[in-house]
């Protein structure tokens, strides 16, 4: 069965994208030669903003004083659900020795990276959950120094909550900046700050800009876009669940795709006639978005069967995938491409997105087919090491050797043959390439 789109995309992800490499590059240019100073100027221009770039002790406790308590035991236990999750991915990597011949011992060391900037939204959504899942992350995998880094409001500054949030979770200095400039400042080590290892969180096409073109100099998490979501969905699951998921995601943003990907024609239809029913309900600043993301980019697929429906899904490789259909277990085996699964209508990316302990900061525009999302790893270098004898050292001394000449690379054969002089000097080799 050739795939029926019941609903076809009059636009995608990428389409009407304004070129912002330009205006970002000359910010960063500009801040790079300019330092502290040409920072704050940004911020007083695109920030409105001009208290403490770095938060006194002071100014946090007086923003968890802000918070109340209620959130804060919703946020201390997204925290400790996050924590535990990415302790349990920790463990799961280790330092490792092999003996790959008798005397040569290779090795794997893992080794945090010292300096992280973790970016966290802060404009028409308060991303508190950002700052639980980019700075716990952080902290787990045992860098050094961990700034957490986010707009500030207008004769307001950090929204308490998202302050409370990245103190607990253990960063140790909060910074009052937004957009391009934040970066910047996180990247050169402005403010008195370390220089960034590495940077991490969402943001919108400038932060998202800003990491592509700094990446290299500093890591990265991922080069993100619009958030997305797929659901696949057969005919026992419920239309009102999966309307409601779909209009769920597609409040993110005008530009954030929501797929339904289904083998049932009557449930495909259902869906289509609720979804704009939830999204008139929603509030005005919601529903401006979902109405956008809804009519222009979202897409109802009709599938012969489950096989198709799952190798449709790879094909998008979704940020979320929802499944809520029968046998979880067979399309937790047979999907591969995605940034998070929530298999059954128990579960919903929103709880990923807030409190259940996997990442929020996931692949979008198909990256999913190449990498998974941010967890301790990203922020962990795995390096090598080895150790040798000198009679292991003999035959790998052999084959370098003439391995290099046949290369060409004559400098790396000698840094074989003279090891192979000092140790076994009464002892003759054949080191050439030809036979």
Not at 76 to 98: G, P
Not at 121 to 147: E, F, L, N, Q
Not at 415 to 428: G, N, Q, S, V
Request: contains cysteine; charged residues 25%; aromatic residues 6%.
């Amino acid at each position: 069965m050739t795939l029926e789109y019941l609903k076809k995309a009059a636009l995608t992800a990428r389409s009407g994208a304004s070129d912002v490499n330009e205006i970002v590059q000359g910010i960063l240019n500009d801040i790079e030669e300019g330092g502290d100073a040409k920072a704050l100027e940004y911020a007083a221009k695109f920030d409105n903003y001009d208290g403490n770039v770095l938060l006194t002790d002071a100014e946090i406790e007086a923003a968890i004083a802000a918070v109340p308590e209620k959130l804060k035991r919703d946020i201390e236990f997204s925290h400790s659900n996050v924590k535990r999750f990415a302790e349990a991915q920790k463990a799961s990597m280790s330092d490792i020795a092999v003996e790959v011949v008798p005397g040569m011992t290779a090795g794997q060391k893992l080794i945090p990276v010292d300096a992280a900037g973790c970016y966290v939204p802060g404009g028409r959504y308060s991303h508190i959950a950002s700052a639980i899942m980019t700075v716990t992350t952080a902290k787990v995998a045992g860098c050094k120094h961990i700034v957490a880094c986010s707009p500030p409001r207008p004769g307001v500054g950090i929204a308490p909550a998202i302050v409370y949030a990245a103190h607990i979770c253990g960063a140790d200095k909060i910074m009052a900046m937004g957009g391009v400039q934040g970066v910047a400042a996180m990247t050169f080590g402005l403010f008195g700050l370390p220089k960034a290892n590495i940077l991490v969180g969402p943001g919108n096409q400038f932060v998202a800009e800003a990491k592509r073109i700094l990446f290299g100099r500093v890591g990265i998490d991922m080069i993100a876009g619009p958030t997305d979501s797929l659901i696949l969905a057969d005919s026992n699951a419920d239309p009102m669940v999966v309307a409601t998921d779909l209009v769920g995601q597609a409040e993110h943003g005008y530009n954030s795709p929501v797929w339904l990907v289904t083998d049932d024609r009557a449930l495909a239809e259902e869906v289509m006639r609720l979804v704009p029913v939830l999204i008139e309900d929603l509030p005005e600043v919601n529903r401006e978005n979902a109405t956008a993301a809804w009519r222009d980019y979202a897409e109802v697929i009709l599938c012969a069967d489950r096989e198709e429906m799952a190798a449709t899904s790879d094909k998008y490789a979704p940020e979320h995938l929802t499944v809520m259909a029968d046998d979880l277990d067979w399309w937790l085996d047979r999907l591969t491409c995605y940034g998070s699964l929530f298999l059954g209508e128990e579960t919903t990316v929103a709880f990923g997105d807030k409190a259940s302990g996997t990442n929020h900061v996931l692949p979008t525009s198909r990256a999913a087919t190449y990498t998974g999302g941010l967890s301790v790893h990203k922020y962990m270098k795995i390096v090598t090491w080895q150790r040798s004898t000198a009679d292991a050292m003999k035959p790998i001394a052999e084959a370098t050797a003439r391995i290099s000449r046949l290369e060409g690379m004559e400098g790396h054969a000698r840094t074989a043959d003279i090891r192979l002089a000092k140790y076994f000097p009464h002892e003759t080799f054949d080191l050439t390439a030809e036979d």
